[in-house]
């Protein structure tokens, strides 16, 4: 697989009051269309990645909404996955790209969040959740403090651990001009803020996000492009009650396989990745389900800097400041993930600039681990 | 293009006030197991095509949930482009074969809407329009009465016209056990029906319907199979102020343009179609605008039986019933289409069977002609 990120794009993420999804959308695509050099009407078709506009906002037709605003006429699709629907859109534009029928498709993903009520965004989230999981009133960070819970118990993690996650990625997002926050906090400041959902404390979430994101996929490389040479997607139960074990997410771990085998590299060969790190807990998850520390020992790791700018060993992870600190915009999220890391292995990411790195990952999960869709990207040299 | 459709299955169409959307699903799923003669453990993606449960249920997150409720452990995704989702999730199965990534693959289109009140689903189905139709109180008859009553002044098309299509549709569905509606209809009774949107009368409009429809779909044809031979999306504004012509949906000319080029045959060689009738007057735009007939001929020809069951010149149009009498789940809709040309291709329809047909043809819409889909299929005679 080959398939190159010719532009990319992204709107600032944060509580964006005055801007509408519309704007939004433009911001993002401009970008991405004044990257990658080639004229708007190259674009062959657009996949637009979305999860609450329709529960939240009754707008649905996205595709259709956003190829009239942005002037494209062209075939135009809504693809959903929870918060992994970016990393599906993806998924799919590429799987349009290798089929033969487009040469050049844009992927689109928006989440207008804070004009809603918390508690509607919050109900509105469930969506992704099982049946039994809403009956029960569970809520997302519920659901992910019982995975928090059950790891503490299995492997020792603690919660400073947890806190080391947030600390690690509010320090990246501090070099993020776009992130949503822009202050390194403390472990401190991380256990004495408010509990959401015990072991969670208020910094152990990300938060409520606007924003928009957007990549142009092609069949051929431009000069100094990042190039998607894996894309892989797994499915676990929607409830975490159904499955064998609390402690790793097996959609996490059978997509990494898959594509850390169709790039025939390993973990150890990756110098930056984005991972879906919707609460502290999941990083840790995300790192030892698909190989880059043992199982248990993420928080450590994580603790001692092994993967943060500046310390790290091997490979830095979140460099954008992650869902936590950079902000999650549901269907954005696994757009800005493909952003973040086509910006790194271009070297044009500034301040938290990875050095010489030339093969990054992405990895997108859909509700507690329902959905994981896993991209490899590699440094393209023409 | 050559992908087989090489199972097939769909619920009876109706109000299913005692039938979950998980019952809709693992009924026309294993009728589309049983009917290809494959392993389900053969099936290697899931597209599952809805448009209202975030809306209406506020559960998104589809493509897992129905992956779980089958017993699918593999990468599983929603489409949603408005009544197009089926059709768009269809097109999208396509092209992941073609990509390579997948050898087989299943499409569920499926939506549960009388669990809802009415008004609430009228409410959601506006979600398909554009925003300014919304703030103008339009709904779905309202603005396709706006285009019936523009192709009355431009060519004279009658209110009797109209009428003759809903007149054939009912019957076709009587002919159908799946159909929502059994019983034949009078020219009369559509005309002395209540008004919804003058010209269009209750029996002009297609009804809110639950129900479910799969195809497998595989690179390889089996025996006594239908293929896809063409497969093409096309984009227009959302809302209709903004079109050029209120007499034709620009999306479907283009669509079955491109489909009949990739075909390599036009609509004269189409023994069978099923088009997107959502009320009477779509369904006279669909055959002008595919040219099945000349612009402003389509009302006139239809009331001579040249598109009937029995007297069909060259082609029979809905011979399920449409979306007008075989009913209208929204997401399943253009999945169902590609079922009942698979069913008449492979010559299993019973007393709607079409003679000889050796190509068949699904035109599927999105909103008032945001988004087109047409797909054409040829008897497969190994």
Not at 52 to 69: D, K, M, N, P, V
Not at 186 to 208: G, Y
């Amino acid at each position: 697989m080959n398939i190159a990120v010719i532009g990319s794009g992204m709107t600032v993420f944060g509580e964006l009051w005055e801007t509408s999804p519309r704007a939004l959308a433009r911001d993002a695509v401009k970008q991405a269309v004044v990257d990658s050099g080639c004229d708007k009407k190259n674009i062959q078709a657009l996949y637009v990645a979305n999860m609450l506009s329709g529960t939240l906002g009754t707008q649905g037709h996205l595709g259709a909404l956003f190829a009239e605003e942005l002037g494209l006429s062209i075939p135009a699709y809504t693809i959903e996955g929870a918060c992994a629907s970016g990393g599906l859109a993806i998924h799919t534009a590429v799987l349009s790209i290798l089929s033969g029928e487009y040469e050049t498709v844009l992927v689109l993903g928006v989440e207008k969040m804070t004009d809603h009520k918390p508690e509607e965004v919050s109900s509105a989230l469930m969506g992704a959740g099982s049946n039994e999981e809403r009956l029960a009133g569970a809520t997302f960070p519920g659901l992910y403090a019982i995975l928090a819970r059950a790891h503490m118990e299995a492997y020792g993690t603690t919660e400073k651990e947890l806190a080391s996650v947030a600390v690690k990625n509010h320090f990246h997002a501090s070099c993020n001009p776009k992130a949503q926050y822009q202050k390194p906090i403390s472990i401190e400041a991380v256990l004495h803020s408010s509990c959401v959902a015990d072991p969670l404390k208020l910094l152990d979430c990300s938060p409520v996000t606007d924003g928009a994101a957007a990549v142009i996929l092609s069949k051929k490389p431009t000069k100094n492009s990042a190039v998607i040479i894996a894309s892989q997607v797994a499915t676990d139960t929607l409830g975490i009650a159904e499955r064998k074990s609390l402690t790793t997410l097996a959609a996490t771990t059978e997509a990494s396989y898959k594509a850390f085998a169709q790039a025939s590299i390993s973990c150890k060969d990756i110098h930056v990745a984005e991972v879906h790190d919707c609460f502290t807990i999941a990083e840790i998850l995300a790192l030892e389900d698909m190989g880059f520390v043992k199982k248990g020992e993420a928080g450590k790791r994580i603790g001692e800097g092994t993967f943060s700018l500046g310390t790290a060993k091997q490979c830095v992870i979140n460099s954008s400041g992650g869902l936590k600190a950079c902000g999650h915009p549901v269907g954005a999220t696994g757009v800005k993930q493909i952003v973040e890391i086509t910006d790194q292995l271009r070297g044009r990411c500034g301040k938290r600039q990875v050095k010489n790195a030339r093969f990054g990952l992405t990895h997108n999960v859909g509700g507690t681990g329902a959905t994981a869709v896993v991209h490899i990207l590699r440094k393209e040299s023409l």
